[in-house]
């Protein structure tokens, strides 16, 4: 596609429940990010793929979180038990590769919030 | 220390003055450096990009890179309202693909 698509644009869901947000790269760009944006704050960066692997998944706040990554393309954030401190926007990005020297270029983001 | 730091702002400046946006950054081996503008409630949008030391300019913008003091910084010429929104800047932590962003600063350009 032409940009970073990413659905659905907003979720509401209850706490407990699990949900899975999706990402859809540039056509061509093998790099793929995960952020989080809290109302007011800055990025917080989730989990990064090259490819279908993921060399950094430092960021995901805790076991709760998982993102997978098939064909080199489409990634999805599964989020499980989901608690109202998950409330945020989730932001994906991609690039052509996770190297310096390379730009990325954000979707619109999903907006979840959990009630 | 941070990884990327930036000031919080706001930072507010006349319409038609320069507006001055700074970062530094803690790891020398980061090479690239990018600007983003973020309205609110939209996504971070790529305005400026820069991977050498020096200045490098874009219309109304100018970024500049010390890569010696580790910092970079951003310059709007002639500033408009809507250039009034929250500038992130980016880095690579050194040699990995972690693309890590600073927590923003908030520019108010006033008529």
């Known amino acids: 596609g032409a940009g970073v698509s990413q659905s659905p644009s907003n979720k509401v869901t209850e706490k407990g429940k699990d949900v899975e947000l999706r990402c859809d790269p540039i056509?061509?760009?093998?790099?793929l990010y995960w952020y989080r944006q809290s109302l007011g704050q800055g990025l917080e960066f989730l989990i990064y793929?090259?490819?279908?692997?993921?060399?950094?998944k430092s960021g995901l706040p805790s076991d709760r979180f998982s993102a997978e990554r098939t064909g080199g393309s489409v990634s999805t954030l599964t989020i499980q038990r989901t608690q109202q401190e998950d409330s945020a926007v989730y932001l994906c990005a991609s690039s052509f590769v996770a190297l310096q020297n390379t730009e990325a270029f954000f979707g619109q983001g999903t907006r979840l919030t959990v009630v | 220390q941070k990884e990327v730091e930036q000031n919080s702002g706001p930072l507010s400046v006349p319409e038609g003055a320069i507006a001055s946006l700074n970062c530094t950054y803690s790891?020398?081996?980061?090479?690239?450096f990018f600007w983003y503008r973020q309205y609110s409630g939209k996504s971070p949008e790529l305005i400026m990009f820069?991977?050498?030391?020096g200045d490098k300019e874009d219309g109304r913008f100018t970024a500049q890179l010390n890569k010696a003091s580790q910092y970079v910084s951003l310059l709007i010429r002639d500033s408009q309202p809507s250039d009034s929104a929250t500038y992130l800047c980016a880095t690579f932590s050194g040699n990995t693909g972690k693309l890590i962003f600073g927590q923003g600063t908030t520019l108010q350009v006033k008529p």
């Open positions: 790891d020398r081996g980061s090479q690239s």
């Open positions: 820069i991977y050498s030391n």
């Open positions: 056509s061509g760009h093998t790099a």
């Open positions: 793929f090259q490819g279908n692997s993921a060399p950094d």
